[in-house]
């Protein structure tokens, strides 16, 4: 499945040949959903790198018969869907990182109510470099550092270690109101949205993917599923982890295992609460539990682990039962 998002992008599933209807079953003693029964609409946007998961679950979920929900998935980053999510414009927050205090403080302002959060999927975020780059097979938290800290001046692969060639370093990221761009700098710089401003910074990663492979000292990180994609033109680089000094690969195993550290993440849906009290939000959302392993792979996402799932699921309970008491 290509990604085709942009900054403000934004991607319509409705009314896809369903091959046949049937009914959403959750796992245990949860709540049950006709899938082709279901009417409405759901409004979701947020993290870019979040957006194609939620995209697959919505085709999946039209195919397995609620082709009559019209799900519209825009993306404008972690950051800019919480402030329509939070302006009560959406039904469902895409986010790669948790919610913020200011942010919370805003939706309380704006009287947008109660939310949940939902965490559906992981995230191993990938540096990636041009195919032409031989040489940064593995690169350390403290090279990262260096390369990406604020006010760095490191303007070539021989400044990052002496041993690289004299090549231009080129560098491309995400924006400033991407959750990714959040996550990483504090991540590798030790603080959220410290870094180097001197980049190309887009919230659309198939632009980024677009500079690193047209430059043969770029370098880049995004998500994973975005790496996956465009393995063809571009190389990933491993990350020596901090604690074992093992240079370990991005990946479905290493991070489950704990050892792609520290740039494995979870990643989230936020509910609004009056929007989580629809029918059609529930049993989306529950479809996307019910069907996880298949959305991540269709995505080309790091699944949940069993206790992950798991107590999502149970997340999912309770929000169901809080949301029928009224």
């Given at each position: 499945?290509?990604?085709?998002?942009?900054?403000?992008?934004?991607?319509?599933?409705?009314?896809?040949?369903?091959?046949?209807?049937?009914?959403?079953?959750?796992?245990?003693?949860?709540?049950?959903?006709?899938?082709?029964?279901?009417?409405?609409?759901?409004?979701?946007?947020?993290?870019?790198?979040?957006?194609?998961?939620?995209?697959?679950?919505?085709?999946?979920?039209?195919?397995?018969?609620?082709?009559?929900?019209?799900?519209?998935?825009?993306?404008?980053?972690?950051?800019?869907?919480?402030?329509?999510?939070?302006?009560?414009?959406?039904?469902l927050s895409n986010a790669s990182r948790p919610m913020r205090n200011k942010e919370a403080q805003l939706c309380k302002d704006n009287s947008v109510g109660s939310w949940r959060a939902f965490t559906?999927?992981?995230?191993?975020?990938?540096?990636?470099?041009?195919?032409?780059?031989?040489?940064?097979?593995?690169?350390?938290?403290?090279?990262?550092?260096?390369?990406?800290?604020?006010?760095?001046?490191?303007?070539?692969?021989?400044?990052?270690?002496?041993?690289?060639?004299?090549?231009?370093?080129?560098?491309?990221?995400?924006?400033?109101?991407?959750?990714?761009?959040?996550?990483?700098?504090?991540?590798?710089?030790?603080?959220?949205?410290?870094?180097?401003?001197?980049?190309?910074?887009?919230?659309?990663?198939?632009?980024?993917?677009?500079?690193?492979?047209?430059?043969?000292?770029?370098?880049?990180?995004?998500?994973?599923?975005?790496?996956?994609?465009?393995?063809?033109?571009?190389?990933?680089?491993?990350?020596?982890?901090?604690?074992?000094?093992?240079?370990?690969?991005?990946?479905?195993?290493?991070?489950?295992?704990?050892?792609?550290?520290?740039?494995?993440?979870?990643?989230?849906?936020?509910?609004?609460?009056?929007?989580?009290?629809?029918?059609?939000?529930?049993?989306?959302?529950?479809?996307?539990?019910?069907?996880?392993?298949?959305?991540?792979?269709?995505?080309?996402?790091v699944p949940l682990t069993k206790v992950q799932l798991k107590r999502a699921r149970t997340n999912?309970?309770?929000?169901?039962?809080?949301?029928?008491?009224?």
């Open positions: 499945m290509k990604h085709v998002f942009g900054r403000r992008g934004a991607i319509t599933v409705a009314g896809l040949v369903a091959s046949l209807a049937v009914v959403s079953v959750a796992t245990g003693a949860g709540p049950t959903y006709n899938l082709g029964s279901l009417k409405g609409s759901i409004t979701v946007d947020g993290s870019s790198t979040v957006g194609p998961y939620a995209q697959a679950g919505a085709e999946l979920f039209s195919r397995a018969g609620a082709k009559d929900v019209k799900i519209t998935i825009g993306i404008s980053g972690t950051g800019g869907g919480f402030e329509r999510f939070c302006r009560g414009e959406t039904d559906v999927a992981n995230d191993a975020l990938t540096v990636v470099v041009n195919q032409q780059n031989t040489w940064a097979t593995c690169l350390s938290v403290a090279e990262l550092k260096k390369i990406w800290e604020p006010g760095s001046k490191v303007s070539s692969w021989k400044d990052v270690r002496s041993s690289f060639p004299d090549v231009p370093l080129k560098l491309f990221g995400p924006g400033t109101d991407s959750g990714t761009f959040e996550y990483f700098t504090e991540a590798v710089n030790g603080k959220a949205r410290a870094s180097r401003s001197d980049y190309q910074a887009s919230e659309d990663d198939n632009v980024l993917v677009q500079g690193v492979s047209g430059e043969r000292g770029g370098l880049g990180y995004f998500g994973h599923s975005y790496y996956t994609e465009n393995q063809s033109r571009l190389n990933a680089v491993q990350v020596r982890n901090p604690k074992t000094d093992q240079c370990v690969a991005p990946g479905v195993s290493t991070v489950h295992s704990g050892a792609y550290k520290p740039l494995s993440r979870p990643l989230f849906i936020y509910a609004k609460g009056s929007s989580f009290a629809k029918t059609e939000v529930q049993a989306f959302i529950d479809y996307v539990f019910d069907n996880e392993v298949a959305i991540a792979k269709r995505a080309r996402f999912f309970t309770l929000a169901v039962k809080a949301a029928r008491r009224g």
